[in-house]
């Protein structure tokens, strides 16, 4: 029998422990050794895995193929032209718009404290329509002369008649404005345009002011008489038109006149001062067609170029009514055109009238 020493049998649990402990140590030694080639080939392959699996993930479901795109806006027959292809797009839609406003500034007051003034409607009965007055549609178309005003003998003479009339300069223009008189004009005027009114006579004081006035046309109006100084003491006055009125006669002109136009009227032989044009040196043009004027005005001054005698009731001709008896080498150089045509007169038998001029008139010659 084997007998052991006093205290041995007390150590073998705890020797039996550590010999345990060291059995376990060495069995998860020898199977990390065996894991280790493993997961190094586990973690070799990782990456490649991952990118896989991120491709399977994006990719849309379905089968992907030329049929399911829509290629009608591709050229695959030609190149691109990456130098031109930003023509092809535009990008202003794609700017931001914004828009910049005005807010007022929030109220600091409290809404306690805050007063607000209600709207005072006034009652019914305390309301009171306030007619308006009518305004006028026309302008008056008579002056009255005589009476206090605008137009007035205080203010006559002056620049009213622009408020009616339309003045640019030193001309004045009063076409169709329905007037019955001439209107008072200012003193430089030089043009006067009174044409398709109403007015029925010229008075002797309506120009006698107007020391620079050059050109009067009373073309179209209603004119019958005209006083006899009316134009006379007009020391400028270069054309005088008054077609379309009805004039039996002409007082007297001034010697100044280059153009003399009034056809279109009454005048009749009688009607005319005897020699009333011999004395116009700078007398060019004139115009007495459509008339009752039984001959030719003369004499005429030698400045004549046009003389227009058409359709009147002019009957016979003078050898002094364009030449000079007394002296045959006279040659009327000027003259180039006269009207005689729609007249009851045959030229033919007036031969020697029209020997001084440089172009025979026009007119019946059977």
Known sequence: MLKLPRGSIAHIPRRLAELQIRQNKRERDS????????MTSILRYLPLTLSLLGGCLCAPPGNVGLDSLNLENYD????????????????DDLES??????????????LANRKTTPHKTPPPALEEEVPLRPRPTQVPTRLDFGGPGLFGPQTGMGLPTCLLCVCIGTSVYCDDADLE???PLPKDTTYFYGRFNKITGVRDTDFAHLKKLKHIDLTGNQIAEMGEDALRTLPTLEE??????????LPELPP????????????????????AFKDMIRLEFLYLSHNYLDFVPAPLP???????LQNNNIQSLSENTFCNQHDPSYIRRALEDIRLDG???????????YGCLPRLPTGRTR
Request: no cysteine; aromatic share 6%; hydrophobic share 35%.
């Open 240 to 249: 005088l038109l008054l077609p379309e009125n009805r004039l039996w006669r």
């Open 343 to 353: 007249n009851p007169i045959n030229l033919s038998h007036f031969p020697g009238a």
């Open 256 to 275: 100044t006149l280059r153009r003399i136009d009034v056809r279109h009227n009454r005048l009749i032989s009688t009607g005319m001062r005897p020699e």
């Open 31 to 38: 199977d990390s050794d065996a894991e280790r080639p493993r």
């Open 76 to 91: 695959l027959t030609e190149e691109t032209d990456w130098e031109t292809i930003h023509l092809l797009y535009t990008y």
């Open 302 to 308: 030698d400045s004549l170029r046009v003389l227009n």
């Open 181 to 183: 008189d001439v209107p």
């Open 97 to 110: 718009k914004i828009e910049v406003g005005t807010v007022a500034p929030p109220s600091t007051a409290p």
